[in-house]
């Protein structure tokens, strides 16, 4: 079986590693968000294709949910002492690493989908990953501070402002000038089911979703695309969704999400059990709708989670 | 008083340390040789300037002499683990954060004297720290590996090969094309005395010779010119300088070294006592010459030396 999903970072990648569990022979196409990028130190910093990397590599910082396991902070208190910033991004000695690598590899002309191959071929992640384009695509948040209002990066919204102010507005900066990257139209035209794990609908699988092709190549599979709602009982699981959802005026419900995604993108949609009342609303949008438990506590609950949405896939199918 | 030093990496760092406790009010510009720079893993690596740079400013490895006190390695364990070479060179964590910085602000379009300015901003080494120039200057050596003549970096020949095979050739790639950073010709013009630390003649000092316009201001200058032997008893004091001198058909002997300067360019010359026995033939050649204990066994000796050097350099001015 061929699966393709569309992950953000932490959620994903933790999703991920239950599909993993729950369908071991399946061929597994990652579509990664690059939205999240950054540029740090003249370096070029992946944070959700790196989540997934390290996740699925067996390398991640469990606790924490991204970075490397057994980290350091050498350089980053070196780059400190040097005046250079920001402080705000904590990347470990392990993780400059991999964007030391990355950067000399895009330097020399290789493009971030042979780039993320190449990180990949250490890693062995067991899932195809890739990212959504090889161009360059930013996520960029509008917010007054102190009576002013200005466009930040997203990372600088999410890590320095911890989302603590109102996302008046989020733009994938450059994203409708991008290309699927290679690989991404192929997997999804080839693909058996499509998942939406429960990622940030917004700034993850909807950043995604903004590069152009993408959207209709998924509409047009004609092969069953169920998602998770990252919303649980009206807040988010994780993270801080609902302030991004509030910019693309998007109630942070599970069923709103589903209606946000659509009826001509979704075909299943699973709500945490704590949000069953939800159901029938999603049903009436023209998605099949289940509540099952979507909190993954561990990797056996993602495995639950995930053998759910593959159950949906074929109940949407028959 | 203002002194030129012109300097390579350990030697004239050390024997710099002794020159600022031997004379302490003194305007000290030195003037780094950048033919060993090397771009390792997309960064620009500046060894012998970070030398002089964290001897100076307290950072150093006192015991090989070169690169940071506390040293980790993750960063390059990290690489290593991605396959990505070359693993003969040992940066640790804190040594990348320095080419962290210095790579981000040239790709910025700021010079490397400026650049170098900016870490000293931190360091303050107490003396002025030149590049010898801006621009790229890069140290090759020819040799016969295998049967088989190849052209290598300067630090693949030193600290990968260890010097293991001869030098056929020594070729500063770029001199002749290259500029004198800014500051370099206007400090020699008004210095009272220039200096050659007991650096390699021929990789460190004769690659800062060997950008056009240096040599000829030094010997214009018009002020007493003094170098301290790096070859102590027919053999490099530390390092391999035999190898490079041979490459280009100069002994390993002090007074050798001294004749290659030559006495268009050097006043007098300082040789260790054990050559005393070489100090009428730098004589005859036209430079005055003494001996005294050249061995830098502590910062007091290479103190001792500095003195030696100013007292030269006043015995050859009047």
């Given at each position: 079986?061929?699966?393709?999903?569309?992950?953000?970072?932490?959620?994903?990648?933790?999703?991920?590693?239950?599909?993993?569990?729950?369908?071991?022979?399946?061929?597994?196409?990652?579509?990664?968000?690059?939205?999240?990028?950054?540029?740090?130190?003249?370096?070029?910093?992946?944070?959700?294709?790196?989540?997934?990397?390290?996740?699925?590599?067996?390398?991640?910082?469990?606790?924490?949910?991204?970075?490397?396991?057994?980290?350091?902070?050498?350089?980053?208190?070196?780059?400190?002492?040097?005046?250079?910033?920001?402080e705000w991004f904590g990347l470990g000695d392990r993780d400059f690493a991999t964007h030391i690598v990355r950067t000399q590899m895009l330097s020399a002309g290789y493009p971030l989908s042979a780039v993320t191959e190449a990180l990949c071929d250490r890693w062995k992640p067991g899932v195809r990953l890739l990212p959504m384009s090889d161009d360059r695509v930013?996520?960029?948040?509008?917010?007054?501070?102190?009576?002013?209002?200005?466009?930040?990066?997203?990372?600088?919204?999410?890590?320095?402002?911890?989302?603590?102010?109102?996302?008046?507005?989020?733009?994938?900066?450059?994203?409708?000038?991008?290309?699927?990257?290679?690989?991404?139209?192929?997997?999804?035209?080839?693909?058996?089911?499509?998942?939406?794990?429960?990622?940030?609908?917004?700034?993850?699988?909807?950043?995604?979703?903004?590069?152009?092709?993408?959207?209709?190549?998924?509409?047009?599979?004609?092969?069953?695309?169920?998602g998770l709602s990252p919303i649980v009982g009206d807040a988010p699981v994780r993270g801080m969704a609902d302030k991004v959802l509030a910019a693309v005026g998007v109630e942070a419900t599970a069923a709103a999400v589903a209606r946000h995604y659509g009826s001509g993108l979704l075909d299943g949609w699973l709500v945490d059990t704590v949000d069953e009342a939800s159901v029938p609303a999603v049903d009436e949008a023209g998605i099949v709708c289940k509540a099952v438990p979507l909190m993954m506590t561990d990797v056996d609950a993602a495995a639950e989670m995930a053998r759910a949405a593959l159950a949906l896939a074929e109940e949407v199918r028959a």
């Amino acid at each position: 079986m061929r699966i393709v999903v569309l992950a953000g970072g932490i959620g994903g990648a933790r999703f991920l590693r239950g599909l993993q569990q729950a369908a071991p022979e399946a061929d597994v196409t990652v579509i990664g968000n690059t939205g999240d990028d950054i540029h740090l130190f003249g370096l070029k910093v992946c944070p959700d294709l790196d989540t997934v990397m390290y996740t699925l590599g067996g390398g991640i910082n469990e606790d924490q949910g991204w970075g490397r396991q057994d980290e350091t902070f050498q350089v980053k208190s070196e780059l400190a002492a040097y005046g250079v910033g920001p402080e705000w991004f904590g990347l470990g000695d392990r993780d400059f690493a991999t964007h030391i690598v990355r950067t000399q590899m895009l330097s020399a002309g290789y493009p971030l989908s042979a780039v993320t191959e190449a990180l990949c071929d250490r890693w062995k992640p067991g899932v195809r990953l890739l990212p959504m384009s090889d161009d360059r695509v930013e996520t960029h948040v509008a917010v007054t501070v102190d009576g002013e209002r200005k466009v930040i990066h997203f990372q600088e919204y999410w890590v320095r402002l911890r989302a603590s102010v109102a996302a008046e507005a989020v733009v994938p900066v450059g994203a409708d000038q991008a290309e699927p990257a290679p690989g991404v139209l192929e997997a999804i035209a080839s693909a058996d089911v499509i998942l939406f794990p429960p990622s940030n609908p917004v700034v993850s699988v909807g950043t995604i979703l903004a590069v152009p092709g993408i959207r209709e190549a998924i509409a047009e599979a004609g092969v069953p695309v169920v998602g998770l709602s990252p919303i649980v009982g009206d807040a988010p699981v994780r993270g801080m969704a609902d302030k991004v959802l509030a910019a693309v005026g998007v109630e942070a419900t599970a069923a709103a999400v589903a209606r946000h995604y659509g009826s001509g993108l979704l075909d299943g949609w699973l709500v945490d059990t704590v949000d069953e009342a939800s159901v029938p609303a999603v049903d009436e949008a023209g998605i099949v709708c289940k509540a099952v438990p979507l909190m993954m506590t561990d990797v056996d609950a993602a495995a639950e989670m995930a053998r759910a949405a593959l159950a949906l896939a074929e109940e949407v199918r028959a």
